[in-house]
């Protein structure tokens, strides 16, 4: 429940970091400091409006997304505060807000979320895998599968660090993967037809779910119980992830898929090889 705690305030706080640095890319001045505060409460006090063809189990889908986020922040390590969740469970958690965003596209009936859905579908079974093998390098490594406390450093998880870094930029629909939230091409992809509460709860829970996997990654492969080294960590993490995302061109689908399945897959197992071989 600690990382919980801190998860609000610096997810706040790292959506007004990344629009104001990408602001500054385009020599804009950017949102002032409580900007993200700001738009919450409008889309909280707007009306909640639906499309007619849209199906009734679109309003539950914001809620779908934000629940498994936050049970799992809820329950992960957080500097020297001890963690209760087994490496099933977040699977489970995380696979589960990925299903979430696919069929809020599908069941909007609109045709932007329906192409959003498709490349979310798409991204999902390129980058899933290889996310899950990295999870599970560590583990295999320490034989380990409960996160109580953070597993430790090792030289011999870099590789697994580098899919687990790349396969987060594709699950947070980061550039270049940002594929299933094109804004130029699909507007905002699978919601597209959300507004007023449901969107607040969305953008809420990309917020969370970015400061979940910068989480995570601490835990995983440094792992040192400090709060501080932890949350600079978390900086660290979010920042390399918006200089890419700024910097970076929108990769067509078919280059994705072959980079996740050329590339970072045989990399994982390898690297789950390695760490079977060691342990």
């Known amino acids: 429940m600690i990382g919980l705690a801190f998860a609000l305030p610096v997810s706040i706080f790292f959506n007004w ?6 602001a500054r890319s385009q020599f804009r001045i950017g949102p002032p400091l409580l900007q993200p505060i700001y738009d919450l409460i409008k889309l909280f006090g707007k009306q909640n409006l639906r499309n007619i063809r849209a199906s009734p189990l679109l309003s539950f889908l914001p809620l779908l997304y934000l629940v498994p986020i936050t049970l799992l922040i809820s329950r992960l390590p957080f500097g020297p505060w001890p963690g209760n969740i087994d490496l099933i469970s977040i699977f489970f ?10 069929l809020s596209g599908v069941l909007s009936f609109s045709p932007y979320g329906y192409f959003g859905a498709r490349r ?3 991204q999902l079974v390129s980058y899933e895998a290889p996310l ?4 599970l ?10 996160l109580d406390r953070g597993f430790g450093f090792s030289l011999i998880l870099h590789p697994a660090c580098l899919v687990f ?3 987060s930029l594709a699950k947070l629909r980061r550039s270049p993967f940002d594929l299933p939230n094109a804004i130029q091409e ?14 607040a709860l969305i953008h809420l829970s990309e917020w969370l779910e970015t400061f979940c996997l910068s989480s995570l990654f601490y835990i995983l492969f440094i792992g040192i119980p400090n709060l501080w080294l932890h949350l600079f960590s978390i900086f660290c993490f979010f920042l390399l992830m918006v200089l890419i995302d700024i910097l970076t061109p929108r990769w067509k689908i ?26």
């Open 120 to 122: 979310e579908l798409l």
């Open 165 to 167: 870094f790349l396969s």
């Open 186 to 199: 699909i507007v905002e992809g699978p919601f597209t037809e959300f507004s007023g509460p449901a969107l």
């Open 17 to 22: 970091l990344e629009r104001k640095l990408r």
């Open 93 to 102: 958690l995380l696979a589960l807000a990925s299903i979430s965003s696919f």
């Open 254 to 279: 078919e280059r994705l898929m072959r980079f996740f399945w050329i590339f970072t897959f045989p990399l994982a197992v390898i690297e789950v090889g390695i760490c079977w071989w060691l342990s």
């Open 137 to 146: 390098s560590p583990a295999i490594l320490y034989s380990d599968f409960f």
């Open 132 to 135: 899950v093998l990295a999870i």
